[in-house]
């Protein structure tokens, strides 16, 4: 699908030079001099390298079209998770290179979305918030209330976060996927 270069958002994926990008960064400039145009910072999905590209406004780029399928988390082994569609069984694996850090946050039997390009797995979308419990934090220091404080945290999966200093070691929190943030306690 054609888009004009003035709807370029962070997060999308583009076919551009004969390779799939995402978009890390996107800024759009209007010059006292010349026309107007986005100036993009792209990762290639496949090769893993980064390019910068400067599209005129008027210019036209290809947006990807995914398709997307809801897969519950199975395991895991050395380099690959292992994903099952709940409605057919098929079942399919996505090395961890592809996930990331995000992959951590997987529990079994978890609902996630995969974005699926030309019948090929590229990313996973997690639910939003998931729960996990505090391995070990450290104790809170007195007077620290003035200003809101964070002390570092460590989860049952081996993630660092930051959490505020009521939060202790064995408690239940709620975590945001998509910056990796505490959100609240249970």
Same mark, same amino acid.
Request: with cysteine.
């Given at each position: 699908? $054609?888009?004009?270069?003035?709807? /370029?958002?962070?997060?999308?994926?583009?076919?551009? +030079?004969?390779?799939?990008?995402?978009?890390? +960064?996107?800024?759009?400039?209007?010059?006292?001099?010349?026309?107007?145009?986005?100036? *993009?910072?792209?990762? @290639?999905?496949? $090769?893993?390298? +980064?390019?910068?590209?400067?599209?005129?406004?008027?210019?036209?780029? &290809?947006?990807?079209?995914?398709?997307?399928?809801?897969?519950? =988390?199975?395991?895991?082994?050395? @380099?690959?998770?292992?994903?099952?569609?709940?409605? @057919?069984?098929?079942?399919?694996?996505?090395?961890?290179?592809? %996930?990331?850090?995000?992959? +951590?946050?997987?529990? &079994?039997?978890?609902?996630?979305?995969? !974005?699926? =390009?030309?019948?090929?797995?590229?990313?996973?979308?997690?639910?939003?918030? *998931?729960?996990?419990? %505090?391995?070990?934090?450290?104790?809170?220091?007195?007077?620290?209330? *003035?200003?809101?404080?964070?002390?570092?945290?460590?989860?049952?999966?081996?993630?660092?976060?930051?959490?505020?200093? !009521? /939060?202790?070691?064995?408690?239940?929190?709620? /975590?945001?996927?998509?910056?990796?943030? =505490?959100?609240?306690?249970?």
């Amino acid at each position: 699908m $054609k888009i004009n270069a003035g709807e /370029i958002r962070v997060g999308m994926l583009l076919e551009y +030079k004969n390779d799939l990008w995402q978009v890390l +960064k996107t800024q759009h400039v209007k010059p006292g001099k010349g026309g107007a145009f986005a100036q *993009v910072e792209m990762k @290639s999905v496949n $090769k893993n390298t +980064k390019l910068n590209e400067r599209f005129r406004s008027n210019e036209t780029v &290809e947006k990807a079209s995914l398709d997307e399928t809801v897969f519950n =988390y199975l395991y895991e082994d050395e @380099s690959n998770y292992f994903f099952m569609n709940p409605k @057919s069984f098929e079942q399919i694996e996505i090395k961890k290179l592809v %996930i990331g850090d995000k992959g +951590k946050l997987l529990t &079994e039997n978890l609902e996630v979305k995969v !974005f699926f =390009y030309n019948e090929s797995p590229i990313s996973v979308e997690l639910p939003n918030h *998931v729960t996990c419990k %505090i391995d070990t934090t450290d104790a809170a220091l007195k007077g620290q209330t *003035v200003s809101s404080s964070y002390k570092p945290a460590t989860l049952n999966n081996g993630l660092n976060i930051q959490v505020p200093p !009521f /939060i202790e070691s064995g408690d239940n929190v709620v /975590i945001d996927t998509r910056n990796l943030e =505490y959100v609240k306690k249970i």
